[in-house]
């Protein structure tokens, strides 16, 4: 006679839990210097705009810093195109430490929130009781771990690609497209993102999901535009100078190529346009031969870390994302395996992998071993979706 939990006990048993592992995460950042962490950036962006001031102005930008102690200024003004700062407008209500702390707070509940309606995808319980494994293992994985520890903002691409995937399963291709059109706030991650999906969105003549995609690029430009009618090209200052300073530490392409031709121009661009030309055209080919056969959440689980790999510049808290992917390797894992024994193996490896990359940041200031997580999660990605199911004949036989 099995014993079995009620489920309304069982889902205050998992919000329970939840509270006390995102309490016990945010207790251990309390100490952080907030004003001279990426936090910053953020919650000033929102209270300029509060004020009537705009980021995107150096003196007035400058001047911000000056009044609210932040002494960390490596940008002259706000980093991320001009329309994100609308975004970060909640955080101006309140003090820098108490927005920070309900940011990281905000974020973790997101980030559970994103697992369980992935998980809810498959009917089986197994994959259902996954939730709270899942969520502590990503607790020490570092990309969520820098995510939340900085204050970046991570979450936003990843609530709206899973939006995305919402609303192509619910056959709403033109939201979709509007959407996605939004993850060109970070540009260097959105336009690879873009770039892939719209091979799919191609592929499959889905001229709506298309029609938003440009649709959400003029909500955006236009945003842009009415708060600054010259904030392109400023941008574009903001971000040259973020380059030229952050050559070859990336876990990308571009960075690879950056150290393997020594910094000399034109091969480090030549080389690193090869393999990101490369890597993009390969992942467009299976996104074509597979249009019909690859619902949207198995197209995104190639174009989140084929993204992430071949565009120029991000860092390894961008690599967030890569939870949809994730929760699909675990779920199919469990469902083909019968079994959670190699769903965890990934799950420590994953952990493993990320935690070392990021001590060798720490010591090296280079964020190249971050390419393991891509590569980790690209072969799980090929292991769960080739893996044979395993029938349950099969299973009861080993138990006998």
Same mark, same amino acid.
């Given at each position: ?58 003196? /007035? ?42 940011? /990281? ?23 259902? $009781? ?109 971000? $040259? ?27 480090? $661009? ?48 961008? /690599? ?39 001590? /060798? ?40």
């Amino acid at each position: 006679m099995k014993f079995s939990i009620p489920k309304p006990l069982r889902i205050f048993i998992s919000l329970v839990m939840l509270g006390v592992m995102i309490s016990a995460r945010v207790q251990l950042v309390q100490k952080l210097d907030v004003p001279n962490s990426n936090f910053s950036f953020f919650w000033l962006a929102g209270r300029m705009i509060l004020d009537g001031e705009n980021p995107y102005d150096e003196t /007035q930008y400058l001047a911000g810093h000056d009044a609210n102690g932040i002494d960390w200024r490596p940008n002259r003004i706000f980093p991320y195109p001009l329309p994100l700062t609308l975004f970060c407008i909640p955080l101006g209500f309140f003090s820098m430490k108490t927005a920070y702390t309900i940011w /990281q707070v905000i974020s973790l509940l997101l980030v559970a929130l994103t697992i369980y309606l992935l998980l809810s995808h498959w009917r089986e319980k197994a994959q259902q $009781n996954l939730l709270l494994p899942i969520f502590f293992f990503l607790l020490f994985w570092s990309p969520l771990y820098l995510t939340t520890h900085a204050g970046t903002i991570s979450i936003l691409p990843v609530m709206i690609l899973l939006a995305a995937i919402l609303l192509l399963e619910k056959d709403k291709s033109l939201w979709a497209g509007i959407v996605l059109a939004f993850t060109m706030l970070k540009p260097p991650q959105g336009f690879t993102i873009l770039l892939l999906a719209g091979v799919w969105f191609l592929a499959r003549r889905d001229w709506k999901a298309i029609k938003g995609i440009f649709i959400g690029g003029l909500i955006i430009l236009i945003t842009g535009l009415i708060q600054d009618p010259h904030w392109i090209q400023k941008f574009i200052g903001a971000s $040259n100078a973020v380059m030229d300073r952050t050559l070859g530490v990336h876990s990308n392409v571009w960075a690879f190529a950056y150290l393997g031709c020594d910094g000399a121009s034109p091969c480090s $661009n030549l080389l690193g346009g090869a393999l990101s030309v490369s890597l993009l055209g390969g992942a467009s080919l299976l996104l074509w031969k597979n249009q019909a056969q690859w619902s949207a959440w198995k197209a995104m689980n190639l174009i989140i870390p084929v993204g992430f790999v071949s565009t120029i510049y991000l860092w390894v808290y961008d /690599q967030l994302p890569y939870i949809i992917p994730i929760v699909w390797i675990m779920g199919t894992l469990v469902q083909k395996q019968r079994s959670i024994l190699l769903a965890f193996v990934f799950l420590i490896l994953l952990d493993l992998v990320s935690i070392f990359a990021l001590v /060798q940041q720490a010591f090296t200031e280079k964020d190249l071993w971050s390419l393991g997580t891509t590569i980790l999660v690209l072969a799980f990605l090929f292991i769960a979706q080739h893996m044979k199911p395993k029938s349950t004949i099969d299973k009861a036989s080993a138990q006998a």
